[in-house]
């Protein structure tokens, strides 16, 4: 299959999930469940992951070896929604060389002391490389929004701990991204919309099994306690900060192989739009080399 018709193919699957413009942007109109109608078994989807996967390393390759564009891929999700198992899939071919991970836990007081991005902007990926923040910034407007008690340890001054304080960071957020784009980063963020009835079945598959159990931790089920307030803070997070230039996908989550092929579709599309290619050396430099090329051929 021709890269054009592979690419028409990636288009029509990850389109209903891409949202650049968050005016209307409604939760509710996403089904955790959806396929998109593709119906596959399991060898299928692999093969078609493997495709996209290698697709993906030879992009990578070049990304590295122009080193002008760096790519930061924010995952957001609620538990169990399969952010590690997506990343460790979809970027399965790609050289450790060009790509950092970074999960985000709770801060330090050094981060503490600063403001809310500082520890984010110390992780951003350098030119040519792919940066992956397995929860991100956006941890402050969802959940510092949902538990506002973890305001308090921010020590912000009074006066700015207002009923707008969301509203305001997260024109923060929209600003920076804006900046960064501008400054040769491409931001690729993804919602794993995964639904209530299905992390309680993950949740359920952990503690059934012993080799799960350190997966699991009784803050998880906690959490649920507040699934509509995060619901809520995702809609109004994904409404402010969707733009052309930083799309978020909220991609379909309960069904594992099909989360994988929508984020491993989206990436490829984002980088083969860069039309990157490895870089050429001047007529001294190809001189230089055919000089080497000699010496070493003349050896014994």
């Known amino acids: 299959m021709a890269r054009k018709e592979i690419l028409d193919r990636i288009?029509?699957?990850i389109r209903p999930y891409c949202v650049s413009?968050?005016?209307?942007?409604?939760?509710?109109?996403?089904?955790p469940a959806d396929t998109s109608g593709l119906v596959l078994d399991k060898g299928e989807a692999s093969e078609l992951l493997r495709r996209g996967t290698e697709w993906l390393a030879e992009e990578q390759d070049m990304l590295y070896a122009q080193d002008r564009w760096s790519l930061l891929l924010v995952f957001q999700a609620m538990?169990?929604?399969g952010k590690d198992g997506t990343i460790k899939h979809v970027m399965s071919g790609v050289n450790p060389q060009g790509c950092q991970v970074f999960s985000?836990?709770?801060?330090?007081?050094?981060?503490?002391?600063?403001?809310?991005?500082?520890?984010?902007?110390?992780?951003?990926?350098?030119?040519?490389?792919?940066?992956?923040?397995?929860?991100?910034?956006?941890?402050e407007v969802l959940v510092v929004r949902v538990h506002q008690e973890i305001l308090e340890r921010q020590r912000l001054p009074p006066s700015f701990?207002?009923?707008?304080?969301?509203?305001?960071?997260?024109?923060?957020?929209?600003?920076?991204?804006?900046?960064?784009t501008r400054q040769g980063v491409v931001i690729l963020k993804f919602f794993l919309h995964v639904s209530r009835k299905e992390q309680k079945k993950r949740f359920m598959a952990r503690?059934?099994?012993?080799?799960?159990?350190?997966?699991?931790?009784?803050s998880d089920v906690y959490e649920r306690k507040f699934w509509d307030d995060y619901m809520h803070a995702f809609e109004e997070a994904i409404r402010a900060t969707a733009s052309e230039h930083a799309p978020w996908y909220v991609v379909p989550a309960d069904n594992k192989w099909f989360t994988r092929l929508v984020v491993a579709a989206a990436i490829v599309e984002a980088v083969e739009k860069l039309d990157l290619t490895y870089p050429t050396v001047d007529p001294e430099k190809r001189k230089e080399l055919q000089t080497i090329r000699a010496a070493l051929g003349r050896e014994k």
């Open 207 to 218: 503690l059934d099994k012993p080799d799960k159990h350190w997966k699991f931790s009784p």
């Open 161 to 180: 701990v207002s009923k707008r304080i969301w509203d305001e960071r997260l024109l923060d957020i929209a600003h920076f991204e804006d900046y960064l």
């Open 79 to 81: 538990d169990a929604a």
């Open 21 to 31: 413009i968050g005016k209307d942007f409604r939760l509710k109109n996403f089904d």
């Open 104 to 139: 985000f836990k709770q801060p330090s007081s050094e981060d503490l002391s600063h403001d809310f991005l500082w520890r984010y902007t110390k992780r951003l990926p350098e030119r040519g490389r792919i940066g992956i923040f397995n929860r991100s910034y956006y941890e």
């Open 11 to 13: 288009q029509k699957y």
